[in-house]
Structures are given as C-alpha cells and as structure tokens.
C-alpha cells in the first residue's frame, strides 16, 4: 500500500545533528533502508526540519522499522496516511458509485 510518511524533527534535534556533521548523511541512510518512491523536505508550521515521504507499505508490522529510526536518531515526530495515485484513485471509482447509490440518498 502507498503510504505518505510525515516527519517532523525538532529544532533542538535536528541542530544538534548538523553541528555534528551527522544530519544529512543520518537522513540518507533511513530512506536508504525505506527506498521511497518520492520524498520531500520543508520547514514545517512550527519550524521544524520536515519531509513528506511517499513509500510502499507492505503490512503494518512495518511502521515500527520505519518509524523507530527517525524516532531514535532525531526525536522526532512520524504520522502514516494511506495515499493514492490517480491510477489507484481510478480503480476505485467503482467502489465510489456503489457507496455513493447506497449511502448517498
């Protein structure tokens, strides 16, 4: 399943790990483990080091080997949310007008 991974690291956190010298490769090892199809960085509404992170999600007893790295390493902050593409959001047009005739009345 295509899951979007937000995540947020904290000022502190994240300063500490530039002074340090171990920010970015740190950051490039996680998504080497993760391969995600697309991912994305940004300074948050608060500030804070961010990344929007599209990847595939097998089964759910994967989010701790996902989450626990930016966890351990950054402090940070990682919510999940199942995406879809426009392929996938076509295959499920039938399923819309189902629930739309029967629950839309």
């Known amino acids: 399943m295509r899951m979007l991974l937000r995540?947020?690291?904290?000022?502190?956190?994240?300063?500490?790990?530039?002074?340090?010298g171990t920010l970015g490769s740190t950051v490039e090892k996680i998504l080497q483990d993760?391969?995600?199809?697309?991912?994305?960085?940004f300074a948050d509404d608060n500030g804070n080091r961010s990344a929007s992170i599209v990847f595939d999600m097998q089964d759910s007893s994967e989010i701790p080997a996902v989450a626990e790295p930016w966890f351990l390493a950054f402090n940070a902050k990682v919510s999940f949310r199942p995406i879809m593409n426009p392929q996938d959001l076509a295959k499920a047009a039938s399923a819309i007008t189902k629930a739309a005739d029967q629950y839309g009345k």
């Open 34 to 41: 993760l391969k995600p199809e697309a991912c994305y960085f």
């Open 7 to 20: 995540v947020s690291i904290p000022v502190e956190a994240g300063n500490s790990a530039a002074k340090a």
